[in-house]
Every structure is written in structure tokens, then in C-alpha cells.
């Protein structure tokens, strides 16, 4: 019985390690396109500047990213977890 519940458990950390991997891919996805609409958005001028905005920016950018696919985002990190599983 407790071999049953020891791959069990291996199996749950495999689907939260592929999830989170999964997870963190789509969050570069998304980090390199939200990075790509604010340049688009300084080329109209729109944007105020101050003493460390580049860093404080990508930094945000980074961090709304990562909860984007943890919410969900495009679906890709769904597609990509389930075709690892698969493998």
C-alpha cells in the first residue's frame, strides 16, 4: 500500500514540476511581447521619465508576466504541460 502512495506522490511533484516549468515558459513569452508594446509605446513620446524607469519597467514587466500564466495567459502553458506529460 505504501508503494502505491509513494508514486503517488512522485507523480504529483512531476505534474506541479512540468506545471510550473510550463508556467515560467509562457511568462517569457509574454515578458519579450509586453516588453515589445511598451518600446512600441515610447516611440509615441507618451511616457514620463525618472531615474531608474528602465529597470523598475522590466522588473514589471517580469512579475505581470509571470502571474499571466500563472492565471492562466494565453493557454500555452496548458498546451505545453500536457504535451510533457505525454512524453
Known amino acids: 500500500m505504501r508503494v502505491e502512495g509513494v508514486r503517488g506522490d512522485e507523480e504529483r511533484r512531476e ?30 513620446g507618451t511616457q514620463a521619465s525618472f531615474a531608474g524607469r528602465s529597470t523598475w519597467q522590466e522588473l514589471l514587466d517580469e512579475y505581470f508576466a509571470l502571474a499571466l500564466a500563472r492565471a492562466g495567459g494565453l493557454g500555452l502553458a496548458r498546451f505545453l504541460e500536457e504535451a510533457l506529460r505525454r512524453r
Open 15 to 44: 505534474r506541479l514540476r512540468l506545471q510550473r516549468v510550463a508556467q515560467e515558459f509562457e511568462a517569457v513569452l509574454l515578458t519579450q511581447m509586453l516588453r515589445a508594446m511598451r518600446r512600441a509605446a515610447e516611440g509615441l
